[in-house]
């Protein structure tokens, strides 16, 4: 994903969820995804999906078990 794409789906995040504590970061030597971090804490990771000219993005959270309260 590239700055402008990153920063396009940051806002859409932000205003989607009310909270502009969400930030995405490129990763190292991957172009097809980033990582998403809510108040500095890493939470996700998006993807970029070009299905034949069709850009998507799908965000991946795991929630661990034991984080369940």
Known sequence: MNKSEIEKVQR???RTFGN???TIDSRPN???SAEVSLDGEFIGVIFR???EGDV???FHMTILE???D
């Open 30 to 32: 991957k172009d097809d």
């Open 49 to 51: 999906d070009d299905e």
């Open 66 to 68: 034991m984080d369940l």
């Open 56 to 58: 998507s993005y799908d």
């Open 12 to 14: 859409y995040l932000r």
């Open 20 to 22: 502009h504590g969400i």
